[in-house]
Structure formats: C-alpha cells, structure tokens
C-alpha cells in the first residue's frame, strides 16, 4: 500500500492511497468466500464450500465488482488511518480515482482530523487545594431557613410586614404595556425581607392587605441573568390574595427532632455543619479541577477543528432545548425572553464551545501520554453501580448499549486524567 499525504490544514489532511497487490488478493478472497456462501449454490459443494475459482465464474460480476470495492475501500481507510496515526473527525470524503478489476486500486481520502497539540509541562504545574471553612454565620443561615419552613402560617387582616408570607399574582409589562415573558406569576408565596425576589420588589408589597392589588415600576439590575431583562424597566400589576403571618418554632430539642434524627440542637447544627462542608468541598474540589484543566488549555496550542466547535454547539443546544421542555417552556419563548434571534443564540455558543472542545483535546492528548485507560472491570464495575441506581428495566437495557457504553467510558476516562493532574499539582 501506498500512501501520499498533503496536509490542506493543520485539522484537514487529503490522502492519495494505492493498493498493492498482495492487499487486492486478500480482499478478493474474503469477497468471494462471503459472496459465495450468501449467493452461490453449486452441486456437490455445501455452502461457501465451493473452490473460489468456480464461485467466481457463477457470481455475477457487478455483484462482485461493486462488493470487492466497498470492502477495499473500507479496509484502505482504516489501514491509512492506522499507518497515519490519524485523529479522524467524522465521516471521510472518499473518491475513486482508478479502479482495474482486482489489479489496480487508487482512491483519494480527505478527511477532518484533530491537528498535533501542543502540551505545556503541565507535572510543573502546582496550585494548592483550597481550605473549606463552615463559619457559625453559614449554620445560622440554614437554621434561619429551617425555621421559616418549619413555622407555622397564620392568616392575618392587616398590612404586611417584613417576615410575613404574601401570596401575590403579578404580570409584568413593557414600556409599551407588551407582555414581558418570564415576568408573571401566580399564586407566587413570598416571604418579604427574604431578598429572594427582583430588588426592590418585596419593598412594594410591604404595607398591602389581603385584596389589595398595586401597580409599580422595577429596573432589573444589569447582570440580571436573564440577558433580555437586563436593566430593563418593567411596570408591575400586583395583587395580594392572601397574608400570613410565619410563626417560628423555638429552638429546642422539640424542634431538632422534627428537622430530622436529631436528639438535641446540637446534634442538629453539627449535622449541618458537616453536610454543609462536605457540599463546599466538593464544590471547590469542581472549581478547583476547572481551573486547573483551563491553565493547562491557556498553556496548550491546538487548531480547533470547526466540525467539533459546531457539533459541541448543538449538544449544548440540544440540551438547553431538554431542560427548556422539562420546565414547560418553548424554545421559541426562550429565545424571546432572551432577546435574540435562533442564530444569535447560536453564535452566542460558540466562545464556550470552543473553550470546551479545547480542554477536551487537551485532556485526551494528556490520557495518551500518560498511558490512561479504562480497563473492562472498571466499566463493568461503573455500569453495575449505575444500574443499582435505577429501578427501571429500560434504563437498566440503555446502560447495555455499546454507544452508551462507550460514552460512559469518555467520561471515565476524562475523570481518571482530571485526578492524575490534581495529584501532579499537589506534589
């Protein structure tokens, strides 16, 4: 076999391969023994039995033709891709350039392919773990949160006050008195001075009864994190339908025991402490990998190949457009309330894609390097415990399937690599 490679780009290579004849003789072979055991029925042979020479005088040629091409085709790219050391990228772009029965093949392979990355010394690479600390404050703010949840509601006829749960529809409109999406609800439960809500909202209802309705203007604030409300003025109509006085129950061993299995408050707030620190850890222990992973990325050099930017694009819409589902709103209702068209979101995604197709090849040239795997007693291992997880037959099959499968062992992989350069970073 021979090979001529032309490198169009550092992610696209055009590849002119001949085959030799040794290699023409191998394909005919298999192609005859599989074409005679599915096509051919002579006297006297059993299936696929019969002398090659004889099935091939009773096959029809172009059966024979086109299967001997399609076979040596597919085995010249794989051999090609092999020799090459190639990273294809999706399907390739094959031509026939001459073909001479079963003596002489030659065809052109273009091909998208991830281009050399450049590592920086990343062993050299140290960044210290940050210390997780539970402050007496952090305690006090669940405690505060178990108590609201835990009060008791007392429906009161007076004006509401801070610390009282106000029931309120409310619609939102633009300058032009236009619906703004997102910005409606009903039978929403608030508590006022909770600070959950749009700043200066809860402030407004302070001082309304139970039947009142009211009409305001709020600015949303400017990192709002919905871009199309964005220091944007909206006029609010609101009205109160039901007010509730909280009555918190006092903190006491009563109290402790009905927040959970807990004996006395201390028991309690060690418990919260404890679960507490252990949802910070692994939320720094997240931010921390991230961090490392875009320093090594920042240090890389690598040509982004475009396919991989547009297929990362569509699984984070794809995604998006799940989750929008799972909440009960349109992609075309996101998109609105977003403020932007579909190819504006769209382009909007590519900055993070690109960020994100870069570790992700930095990270597998890493797993290369260092010799990374997945044994099949790992997988086997990862798929029984997921598969304890989910009571559901189906899922249970979905976990079987060899693309899943497959994906599972990605994220293995990328997971085995990730703690390989923590440990790096910490020595």
């Known amino acids: 076999m021979q ?53 091939e005088k009773n096959v029809d040629a172009s059966l024979l033709q086109s299967e001997f091409l399609e076979e040596a085709i597919n085995r010249l790219y794989v051999e090609t891709v092999k020799v090459e ?22 065809v052109e392979i273009n091909q998208d392919v991830i281009g050399p990355v450049t590592l920086p010394d990343y062993k050299k690479i140290k960044k ?52 703004v999406s997102g910005a409606d609800g009903k039978d929403f439960p608030l508590v006022l001075g909770s600070n959950t809500f749009i700043p200066g909202f809860e402030p407004e209802i302070i001082g309304m009864k139970s039947g009142d309705e009211k009409t305001f203007n709020i600015v949303f604030p400017k990192d709002y994190q919905v871009a199309a409300l964005q220091s944007k003025k909206v006029t609010f109509k609101v009205s109160l339908t039901l007010l509730s006085e909280l009555i918190e129950p006092k903190v006491d061993s009563e109290f402790a025991a009905k927040a959970g299995p807990f004996k006395t408050v201390k028991e309690l707030k060690e418990d919260i402490r404890r679960q507490l620190g252990q949802e910070r850890q692994n939320d720094n222990l997240r931010a921390y990998e991230n961090e490392l992973i875009q320093e090594i990325a920042d240090k890389s050099k690598v040509e982004l190949p475009e396919k991989l930017i547009d297929e990362q694009v569509q699984r984070a819409e794809e995604e998006e457009r799940r989750n929008l589902a799972y909440r009960g709103q349109t992609w075309q ?73 497959n994906e599972l062992i990605s994220r293995m992989l990328t997971e085995k690599t990730i703690a390989r350069l923590v440990e790096y970073a910490q020595n």
């Open 3 to 55: 090979i001529k490679k032309t490198n169009v780009s550092d992610t696209k290579v055009s590849l002119s391969v001949s085959a030799d004849q040794d290699f023409m003789d191998r394909v005919k072979t298999h192609t005859l023994k599989h074409l005679g055991a599915k096509h051919v029925k002579l006297p006297g042979f059993r299936d696929g039995k019969a002398p090659l020479a004889l099935i």
């Open 85 to 106: 050391n190639l990273k294809p990228i999706g399907q390739p772009e094959v031509n026939l350039k001459k073909f001479v029965p079963f003596t002489e093949l030659q």
């Open 128 to 179: 210290p773990l940050p210390t997780t600390q539970i402050t007496d404050e952090d305690i006090d703010g669940v405690m505060e949160t178990l108590k609201r949840r835990m009060a008791d509601k007392k429906e009161v006829d007076r004006a509401a006050k801070n610390g009282d749960e106000a029931v309120i529809n409310f619609f939102g409109t633009d300058s032009k008195g236009a619906p």
């Open 333 to 405: 209702e996101h998109l609105e309330q977003e403020g932007v068209t579909e190819d504006e979101h769209r382009a909007r995604q590519r900055d993070p894609a690109k960020l994100n197709v870069k570790a992700s090849l930095v990270l597998s040239e890493i797993a290369e390097r260092e010799n990374i795997a997945v044994t099949p007693e790992e997988l086997e291992i990862r798929v029984q415990i997921l598969k304890g997880q989910y009571a559901d037959p189906a899922m249970q099959t979905e976990l079987d399937k060899s693309e899943n499968r």
